[in-house]
């Protein structure tokens, strides 16, 4: 019985993934970074309304990392107990953390009611948006030096939403 448990779970778990993994594309805010105006993935470049910089909405299938393309999202870090860097991710601009689930991020999504799953290795999803509960925090010494100068930075320590482990996550909040 446990044995068919288990593989049910399994197999529905690998659904999700490849549900998420089938997803098109994703229109995406983020840093322009240089001309991204011939791109072929741009929808359009604007103006950022309170921070220097444009903004260019992307149809992207995964986030970038720094250096692939002409566009740079929001870093995001996990941070230990012993204030070491673990994970990164980025995210879309003037969005924040709603939650993390294992090596996933979930972060806001436009104005949508859906959040946006975001891997380590910039794999994107939509799933439904989390509870948004975290505790705000001082920025460990990692962080800041990770976002040197940062008037936006902001800690928090969320529940992990998967199994409710205590993980610490740093980022630059949207600009006001």
């Known amino acids: 019985m446990k ?3 288990k593989n049910a779970i399994t197999f529905a778990l690998m659904f999700l993934t490849i549900g998420c993994a089938a997803r098109n594309s994703f229109n995406i ?3 322009e970074e240089g001309d991204a105006s011939q791109n072929p993935l741009v929808i359009r470049i604007e103006r950022h309304c309170c921070c220097s910089g444009n903004i260019a909405l992307v149809k992207l299938k995964r986030m970038p990392h720094p250096g692939e393309g002409p566009f740079a999202g ?5 941070l230990s ?5 673990l994970r990164k991710w980025y995210m879309p601009v003037d969005e924040m953390v709603l939650g993390i689930e294992g090596s996933f991020i979930l972060s806001g999504y436009g104005n949508s009611k859906t959040a946006l799953r975001i891997g380590t290795d910039g794999n994107l999803c939509h799933v439904p ?8 925090i001082d920025c460990p010494s990692a962080a800041q030096v990770e976002f040197p100068d940062s008037g936006y930075l902001r800690c928090f320590i969320y529940r992990d939403l998967r199994s409710g482990q205590r993980r610490i996550l740093g980022y630059q909040g949207p600009c006001t």
Not at 74 to 78: F, G, N, P, T
Not at 81 to 85: G, L, M, Q
Not at 129 to 136: G, L, R
């Open 81 to 85: 107990e012993d204030n070491k860097i």
């Open 74 to 78: 929001e870093k995001v870090i996990e």
């Open 129 to 136: 948006t989390p509870e948004f509960e975290a505790e705000s």
């Open 29 to 31: 805010r983020l840093w």
């Open 3 to 5: 044995t068919m448990i």
